[in-house]
């Protein structure tokens, strides 16, 4: 029996829901940093830790019998393939989150009616694309596009999209500004089985025990909380400044030190801070979903990697986004990895295991799924299937996956987890980039404010 | 690894390609015609062309082939066109539409997502539209146009049912239900939800005996509309019902007067969203083989100014379930070169071609596997002085000649025997 868990924010309750229900994990739980679990008594289930998004999509292809997740995933994965071979077994009563469709105060959208009688188009960022779209068909939206991000939608609305499909959980205060149009889910910790495992295997030894112990731990739901301000919106005139949140917000932070530009985060709305150069606005985004977002028009220069560039310019080959600075920090190479337990050590080697038989079909395992896409094609590894990841792959490697495309620092991550570059993409580091052309309300003196700068930092350097 | 066909596709073998090419030449004669013109749009059309209200009902569209392009980094999303009308009506707007009334036809497949394995997720129709006509002429030409392409195709048993787009509305809005539920219940009844019907009944025991009638009920003359409007008028007013009682029995009694048999099924009108007036299905048996309607909405929505329109769509894959494979009148006759060389390959295939001219099927046996024919032409000997035989299909031989226009009369000769003997 397999059964997927999730790592995050589910991680501290799921765990003590399992200790519960007797099934003793060891290397499960906040501190620990194992992929795979041990349950004591359990010989005889398998266990691997996800992230929570991933765990619908591997119990549906059937990889792991039985997953705990998030409502939200199983749904937005539903809603694109309404067919999947799910069971939702159980409400476990734990990690509430509402789901909502979500406006800034002042944009005249406050219904369902004020939605669909818009003439205009209506823009909705999120992370959960799949339901935001059902959602637009649904509320017969006239024109509409949806912008899947990687994460922070709050940020986007009223002045880089119109609206954000967002998640909220208990007690959190809504984020500045927004008010929600409406829920679109209620949203909490399921059991998901497999169909056909649940169809024809005995799961009885797992799910009796959680289906028997599961209590209401956190019965909180998401209840209304107070507005905060929104920060500066973008006006025009102004050059909108794309910058990374998570780990690759400290070095950006740093460079542009170098270059005498600062933050200014005393703000109430910590992703939209100040800065020292006038007529630029700032806003915080992932940097996974900064090259669509210059492309779109929505900001004019970005500091993201020279991986999602390349991803991104692999899937629209024709954008108008562009290179302006190789800013030469955070380097990693994108590589092709694969497990050490498998005899081969170039891309032509792993070819000829499919050419020869010995390998029915490679399970290709990636964030970049557009650049992993095209190294199958360019290696003819066929045929193959592509597993969208959403971070820590190596875990996927070898039960899950065959071949990984993955980034890499120090490669000292997949030595611990037994795996073998076998070939190097390209190298990578922070890049700044904007668009082919301006846009109508700024000029190339106002750009200069803040490449020239980074540029002589550069040649400092 | 096996091979084999995308999940939900279909493959046209030689067969189903002649029996589908029989039902494209017959439509397409028919409404060349009756005067329309031939049509064909782009299977990439962008979705929000068939988003709005008026348009696909979100369970037609939660079932659309939808991607970004190569180019799609704005969002905009394309789709596999999941509808015919609704790009011909985009064509029509783009470019012609200083023509009122185009009488518009088009041979072209659909796609739609569709779980259940049993049907083909593309799907062909014949449909033709009239764009600019407001008259039920011209929704009697939609159901004439495409009962005398069935017809042709030797398909009679066709029963004709009749509903009325604006007839459910107007009730849906005197039973109160605010614009949101009548757009859903309204696609719900499009989309054969008969539950749907069950609860308006049941939500609305006041009107039980009149809902029932107008939902349940099925009539065979326009008198039948009149006992309708009688029995509403008593026992549930519905305000602005005149005109669609009015148009439809029109359009009721001009089908008697030529003859027309037809089942007026309020409940029967699956579709369409877009349908504002007449709605009607053509089935034969328990198959659905095609419907239109009337949709004078359609095109103000679209942006293209007030233009009515009607049209119809032939089910071309439910149709070739019915229609036989005609017999092709055409002689086959297997043509074998006996001499391995250039100069005798090339007598062989000019016998062929001297063969198609007169009007025969020339099939050049490749290494003596060829498919069995009443006839064979064989080439054979010195090639400076071939010898050209005709076999029959016991492959003897019945005579022989020292050129092809010799043999090829032998042929004409011998095959106006057999006609002659039998």
């Keep these: 029996m397999k059964l997927a868990l999730p790592k995050g924010r589910l991680l501290p309750l799921t765990s003590s829901l399992l200790r519960d229900a007797g099934l003793d994990f060891e290397g499960y739980d906040a501190t620990s940093r194992s992929y795979r679990p041990v349950c004591a008594g359990m010989p005889q289930l398998s266990t691997k830790v996800f992230n929570e998004k991933d765990i619908p999509i591997q119990v549906a292809v059937g990889n792991y019998d039985l997953g705990i997740c998030g409502r939200e995933w199983v749904e937005e994965l539903l809603a694109k393939y309404p067919s999947s071979a799910l069971v939702k077994v159980k409400d476990l009563g734990f990690g509430y989150s509402e789901l909502c469709m979500a406006a800034t105060v002042d944009q005249n ?33 006239r024109r509409f596009r949806v912008l899947p991000l990687w994460g922070a939608a709050e940020a986007y609305p009223p002045d880089t999209s119109q609206l954000a499909l967002i998640s909220r959980t208990p007690g959190q205060a809504m984020h500045t500004g927004l008010i929600s149009i409406t829920s679109i889910l209620d949203s909490s910790a399921f059991l998901i089985a497999n169909r056909l495992s649940w169809e024809t295997k005995d799961l009885s030894p797992v799910v009796g025990r959680l289906y028997h112990t599961s209590t209401m731990r956190d019965p909180e739901k998401v209840t209304s909380a107070g507005d905060s301000p929104l920060g500066p919106r973008f006006a025009r005139g102004k050059v909108r400044l794309a910058l990374a949140d998570g780990h690759q917000q400290a070095p950006t932070l740093q460079f542009l030190a170098r270059a005498g530009i600062t933050l200014n985060e005393d703000v109430p709305d910590s992703r939209r801070p100040g800065i020292n150069v006038d007529g630029v606005s700032v806003k915080i985004i992932r940097p996974q979903d900064m090259p669509l977002q210059v492309a779109n028009g929505n900001f004019d220069l970005a500091i993201t990697g020279e991986d999602w560039l390349a991803n991104h310019l692999t899937r629209f080959p024709s954008s108008p986004v562009r290179k302006i600075l190789t800013l030469g920090y955070g380097t990693v190479r994108i590589v092709a990895v694969v497990s050490n337990n498998l005899p081969v050590n170039s891309p032509e080697e792993l070819r000829s295991l499919l050419t020869n038989g010995t390998m029915e079909r490679l399970r290709i395992a990636s964030e970049y799924t557009d650049i992993a896409d095209r ?87 | 690894m096996e091979i084999e066909k995308c999940k939900g596709s279909r493959d046209l073998l030689p067969g ?39 348009t696909l009902t979100p369970s037609m569209l939660s079932r659309t082939y939808s991607f970004l392009d190569w180019d799609g980094w704005s969002g905009e999303r394309i789709v596999l066109r999941p509808e015919a009308t609704i790009a011909a009506a985009r ?162 009694e001009r089908l008697s007067e030529f003859d027309c048999k037809y089942v007026i099924d309020i409940a029967s009108g699956r579709g369409f969203e877009y349908y504002t007036g007449i709605i009607f299905r053509l089935h034969c048996g328990d198959q659905k083989v095609g419907g239109g309607g009337r949709y004078n909405d359609l095109i103000p929505l679209l942006g293209g100014g007030n233009v009515p329109a009607s049209g119809f769509g032939l089910q071309m894959d439910k149709i070739m379930e019915m229609t036989d494979i005609p017999p092709d009148e055409r002689y086959r006759v297997l043509v074998q070169c006996r001499t391995d060389s250039a100069k005798a390959e090339r007598l062989c295939f000019e016998t062929a071609a001297d063969l198609r001219r007169r009007g025969y099927i020339a099939d050049i046996d490749h290494d003596g596997t060829g498919t069995a024919c009443k006839w064979t032409i064989s080439v054979e000997g010195d090639v400076d002085h071939p010898v050209y035989r005709l076999m029959d299909q016991a492959a003897n031989v019945v005579v022989e000649a020292g050129s092809c226009s010799a043999i090829c009369e032998q042929l004409q000769e011998a095959k106006a025997n057999e006609a002659s003997i039998t």
């Design chain 2, 91 to 252: 064509l029509y707007i783009e470019n012609l539409s200083d023509l009122s009334p185009a009488k518009l036809f088009y041979i072209e497949n659909v796609f739609r997502f569709d779980e259940s394995g049993t049907r083909s997720r593309e799907r062909w129709q014949c449909g033709a539209e009239v764009l600019g006509s407001a008259k039920t002429l011209a929704d009697i030409e939609m159901i004439m146009l495409s009962m005398d392409v069935l017809r042709k195709l030797g398909i009679i048993d066709v029963e004709l049912h009749l509903s009325h787009a604006g007839l459910i509305r107007a009730l849906l809005t005197a039973l109160g239900l605010s614009a949101h539920e009548q757009v859903r219940v309204f696609d719900q009844i499009l989309d054969e939800d008969h539950s749907v019907i069950e609860k308006l009944i049941g939500d609305n025991p006041q009107f039980t005996e009149a809902l029932d009638l107008f939902f349940r009920a099925k009539g065979k003359s326009a008198g039948f509309l009149q006992n309708l409007q009688a029995l509403l008028s008593k026992s549930f007013p519905v305000p602005g019902i005149e005109d669609s009682i009015a148009e439809f029995t029109h359009l009721a």
């Design chain 2, 16 to 54: 189903d390609m002649v029996r589908f090419r029989r039902i494209e030449d017959v439509f397409r004669k028919a409404c060349l015609d009756w005067g329309y013109g031939e049509v064909r749009t782009p299977t990439l059309e962008y979705l929000h062309l068939f988003t709005s209200v008026g």
């Design chain 1, 375 to 461: 190294y199958a094609h360019e290696n003819r590894l066929s045929p193959y299937r592509l597993i969208p990841t959403w971070g820590a792959s190596e875990v996927f490697l070898p039960e899950d996956a065959d071949l990984l495309i993955e980034n890499v620092q120090t490669g000292k991550t997949l030595a611990e987890n037994n795996l073998k570059i076998i070939d190097t993409l390209f190298e990578s580091s922070a890049c700044l980039i904007g668009r082919r052309e301006l846009a109508d309300d700024i000029t190339v003196e106002q750009l200069a404010k803040v490449i020239k700068p980074l540029d002589q930092a550069l040649k400092e350097a």
């Design chain 1, 109 to 141: 959208m406050r219904s369902l009616d004020d939605l669909s009688g818009y003439n205009g188009l209506i823009s909705i960022a999120s992370e959960y694309p799949n339901l935001a779209e059902k959602f637009a068909l649904q509320a017969r939206l």
